[in-house]
């Protein structure tokens, strides 16, 4: 988070949120603007799916077939998640921030929709509309290489799922 005199000007309006994260087995390094998935199956207990757990929407996850219609946000900033697991910061939906683009994206400011991929939390183009989607607010040509852009993730419904 920027504190200085002049935040307010430099920083886009964001819906921070701090989640866990939980450990693979061994250190995982996350960046900046990956999208990520509520672990909305977790139970500590490993009991039904009738349990009362509600850690299930404070706990998340990379993206996968399994849990796209739980998209929770972005990763604020690059982290490196222990064996344990740890606290991150997460911009969820209705956020200005940076987004990691899939190779060869090409967006066009206020045009461009971009939806989160079960590719390590990257985004690429889509027209679908919803949590797990953002609009591009900065163009960017493609490049061959995941890049940062800048956007607004949408609220609302789901989008009809996370792409392949």
């Not at 998209?71 to 604020?76: M, T």
Request: charged share 15%; with cysteine.
């Amino acid at each position: 988070m920027d504190q200085s005199l002049n935040a307010y000007i430099k920083q886009g309006n964001t819906k921070s949120l701090w989640l866990w994260i939980e450990g693979t087995g061994s250190v995982q390094s996350l960046k900046q603007g990956q999208g990520m998935c509520y672990n909305f199956d977790y139970n500590r207990s490993g009991g039904a799916a009738t349990d009362s757990v509600p850690e299930r929407y404070n706990r998340i996850e990379l993206p996968s077939t399994g849990n796209k219609t739980h998209f929770a946000g972005v990763l604020a900033c690059d982290v490196s998640v222990p064996k344990t697991g740890t606290l991150v910061e997460v911009y969820g939906p209705g956020s200005v921030c940076v987004i990691l683009t899939a190779l060869d994206v090409t967006a066009t400011v206020g045009s461009t929709i971009l939806e989160c991929t079960y590719d390590a939390g990257t985004w690429k183009a889509a027209s679908n509309t919803g949590k797990g989607v953002a609009t591009a607010l900065q163009t960017i040509t493609a490049t061959g290489a995941v890049q940062q852009c800048l956007a607004v993730l949408q609220e609302g419904l789901p989008s009809v799922g996370l792409a392949d």
